[in-house]
């Protein structure tokens, strides 16, 4: 899975190696191969970042009120569903996060069905992709915190309630903290990679009818991971935002 070259990332690698090159040197780093600098998963993001992009900006000026089609209800039960958790995690100022939840969400969806596309790959099981989306959780929400609290008052959460008890809690809450982005990361990438060398496994055992069952089951299983990941987000948002009494 992981040792061949796409056919995304071939044409990249034959094209636009150079200007790969350029932004590595730019970053202080430089590819393995600097002939073929592209690799499948950084191909596969910029194919989902494409197809969100194509995807909304389709979707925006079909937009009705009064006659919406089967493709806007999908998408605004998806929202409304979202929207609903971001209340309920964080009361009724949630939906003021919905950009960056919807972000999160829509992007990992799309990363993970990518993978029942033949041809194509989830980005999101390589684990570079799921600690990307994790830093950016772990950067918005301090953020967030910084933003909606002032630096003083965010940072005495890292304190505990009690002052007595600040040299104690205090590193266990940065510890807590940075573990975040390792968890959000391991979570979503192992469940991605494991279903899909089990759908890939049983496509090369019974190529017909038993991996239709797997497949919907990897669908199901995008969906779910994109939900989690959110829904994390959500808690990590609230806790950072929320004012203590």
Known sequence: MQGHELWLTALLND?????ANTLLSWAGTQAGN?????????????LVAAVMVVFFALLRPRLSVDRPGGLQQSMELICAFLRNTAEEV????????????????????FANLLGTIPT??????????????????FVYYNLMGFREQGVGRYLKHF????PLLAPLMAPIEVVSHMSRPLSLTIRLYANMYAGEQVTLAFLGLVPLVIPVAFMG??????FLQAFVFTLLTMVYVAGAVEHEH
């Open 15 to 19: 094209h636009l190696a150079g200007p």
């Open 34 to 46: 600097t002939a073929r600098p592209w690799t499948n998963f950084i191909a596969m993001e910029i």
């Open 90 to 109: 964080m009361g009724p100022h949630g939906r003021h996060f919905m950009t960056f939840f919807g972000t999160i969400f829509f992007f990992i969806l």
């Open 120 to 137: 194509l790959e989830s980005p999101t099981m390589f684990a570079a992709v799921p600690l990307g989306c994790a830093l950016a959780t």
């Open 159 to 162: 304190a505990g309630p009690m």
């Open 217 to 222: 089951l990897h669908i199901f299983v995008a």
